[in-house]
């Protein structure tokens, strides 16, 4: 009886100890490590809200916040530019030819995370990526270390030299490019956010 009475009081104390503690909120997806913490207010910027709204309504499997992470952290970046080629290469990741590379990235020097992040090659030179986070990391590395000024700027001939403008198709794509990158300035501008 008393066996039965002291396991009574140690359930009642254990229960009363969990009773009117805070719910667990949502988990917020991680960052890049040592970038920002999910506690940051990147989550609730302009930016933010553009960058989901954008990606949902272009149905694309691409992690918004691994975007919304590194332009809270580099301000400058230019994020119209970003999804406008990552639209032109892969359709935002819906299309990506080659496993998990959403912007087509061929090869790269050693040093440079956007060749360093993958796990091989297509057979025809395409980085081949462990998931498309990474993928996308290596996209935006690439695009923020060469063509983010070019984009933000309009200076659609070192543009250019992103697809290739000798290679077949490269006019259609800097159309599509140009067009893409304008219609995805408008679209943040109904969040708030200005690119």
């Not at 990147?42 to 553009?50: F, H, S, W």
Request: with cysteine; hydrophobic share 40%.
């Amino acid at each position: 009886m008393r066996v039965r009475l002291l396991l009574l009081v140690v359930a009642a104390l254990v229960a009363a100890f969990f009773v009117g503690q805070p719910a667990q909120a949502d988990p917020v997806p991680a960052t890049d490590p040592g970038v920002v913490t999910p506690t940051e207010s990147y989550l609730t910027t302009a930016d933010t809200a553009a960058i989901r709204g954008i990606l949902a309504e272009g149905r694309s499997p691409l992690p918004w916040w691994t975007i919304s992470a590194y332009k809270y952290n580099n301000p400058g970046f230019d994020v119209a530019g970003l999804l406008a080629i990552l639209n032109a290469e892969s359709s935002l990741g819906r299309g990506c030819d080659y496993k998990c590379n959403p912007g087509s990235i061929k090869g790269g020097p050693v040093g440079s995370l956007w060749r360093d992040l993958r796990i091989g090659t297509s057979p025809a030179g395409y980085n081949v990526y462990p998931d498309l986070r990474a993928g996308l990391r290596a996209a935006i590395l690439l695009i923020h270390t060469h063509y983010s000024k070019a984009l933000a700027s309009g200076n659609w001939y070192r543009v250019g030299a992103y697809y290739g403008r000798e290679v077949d198709g490269y006019s259609g794509w800097l159309r599509d490019v140009k067009v893409s990158r304008a219609r995805y300035v408008r679209m943040a501008a109904r969040y708030g956010a200005v690119w």
